[in-house]
């Protein structure tokens, strides 16, 4: 049992005095909410990425592990392909190029074949569907090196490549490309920052001509670099990698890679019960601070209140009850400040790339759940801090604090 009236005048009096521990468990909370805001915005981010693309369900093949391994070949991927358990197979090479127009804000790109699996949404396109590609059609980042290529859309541009003309030699190589498409460049994408997408034939050439071999030669003189193989369901992927290592190949799963992208979102999520405890533990030692301030300095209002009639454990009640509203106060101005800078924030950063993190498009609020949590965490932090010191200095006798004063 507590007396509101007797809350409210104290709260009144000594609201400027609290101000600092107001203030900094409001910080507290706003940071609180924004390391959730990022942890939800990391957790969608990998869920788009399992569910959008199927890399769950493929496993990579590379001719380039260090070892005793099996190359990719066009005999291999045949082979490949009749694993009980496999969909498809794709070869994958990747290969350098630059614009020649220097008004193209875009540096060193790398020309890799468009396949079904793993790789990341495209968000505009000339046409829909834009897939499959045709011939010298590229699909590029939305954004590289800072930079927004979209604007490129439709454009016939011409870039230059590398052409083998000798053991250790090469000269440039030009071709005209059509830009039909962008993808969302903070996907995290698989191929590595600066992928363009070009149809599979228009890769291979590219690659075969910095090996000096003819497009039909890849794969066989030199081999692919890498292939992606497709499972037909998730269930099937680590028995199609152990087949595939089985038969000497060197094998990984995409689901290792994403769920150590999980493991990233889990390091956000224990910063952010990390930070919590912090103002937890801000909070419960405020609780004693304060409690024991009151002890000192309230001995003849105590007094007088047990001279009235007051029990012991009213008058600890409308001590705790003096916390309570102080930390209601800070759970209400942080939440309010936390969830309102981090919607502008997510509206403003929408598409951009954080810490390897897309930000999605749409705002982004914590779950209500939190939101209530937080809102009485402090105040529930500092009442466990004064109850002690608060049912204590409440236990005072009457004759004893008015004679003391």
């Known amino acids: ?103 193209v804000p875009a540096g060193a790109l790398w020309a890799t074949p468009h396949i079904d699996v793993g790789q990341p949404p495209i968000v505009q396109a000339i046409r829909d569907p834009v897939l499959p590609l045709q011939p010298n059609e590229v699909i590029l980042p939305d954004r590289f090196e800072g930079q927004a290529l979209a604007e490129y859309l439709g454009d016939t541009l011409e870039i230059e490549y590398t052409e083998r003309s000798g053991p250790e030699t090469g000269e440039p190589a030009y071709r005209d490309v059509r830009v039909v498409g962008v993808y969302d460049s903070g996907f995290g994408n698989p191929d590595g920052p600066g992928a363009a997408y070009f149809a599979h034939e228009t890769a291979i050439e590219i690659a075969a001509a910095r090996e000096g071999v003819p497009p039909g030669s890849l794969g066989t003189r030199v081999p692919f670099p890498k292939a992606i193989v497709e499972a037909e369901s998730g269930d099937e992927v680590l028995g199609v990698q152990r087949a595939l290592t089985e038969r000497g190949f060197y094998a990984e799963s995409l689901q290792g890679q994403l769920t150590g992208l999980g493991e990233s979102v889990t390091v956000v999520e224990l910063l952010g019960w990390s930070l919590l405890g912090v103002v937890g533990l801000y909070c419960l030692g405020s609780g004693i601070s304060i409690g024991a301030n009151v002890a000192r300095t309230r001995r003849r209002d105590i007094g007088v209140l047990t001279a009235m009639g007051f029990t012991r454990t ?25 969830t309102a800078t981090g919607a502008i924030g997510s509206t403003l950063l929408a598409g951009e790339n ?18 209530f949590g937080l809102l009485g965490f402090p105040a529930a932090a500092l009442m466990l801090g004064g109850v002690y010191p608060a049912y204590r200095a409440a236990g005072l006798p009457a004759d004893t604090a008015l004679r003391e004063e």
């Open 1 to 103: 049992m507590f007396d509101g009236l007797l809350v409210r005048r104290h709260v009144r009096s000594d609201l400027r005095r609290q101000r600092s521990l107001l203030v900094l468990s409001a910080v507290g909370v706003v940071l609180v909410i924004w390391v959730m805001m990022v942890g939800d915005a990391a957790q969608q981010h990998t869920q788009e990425q399992v569910t959008e693309t199927g890399a769950y369900r493929s496993v990579t093949v590379s001719s380039e592990h260090i070892g005793d391994v099996r190359p990719v070949t066009r005999d291999a991927l045949e082979e490949m392909g009749r694993i009980p358990g496999v969909r498809q197979v794709q070869p994958w090479v990747q290969e350098g190029f630059l614009f020649t127009d220097q008004s």
């Open 314 to 338: 009213r008058i600890t009640g409308t001590l705790l009850g003096e916390l309570a509203t102080y930390g209601l106060l800070a759970g209400l101005v942080g939440v309010a400040v936390g």
């Open 354 to 371: 954080i810490l390897g993190v897309s930000v999605p498009d749409e705002i982004l609020f914590p779950d209500w759940s939190i939101l």
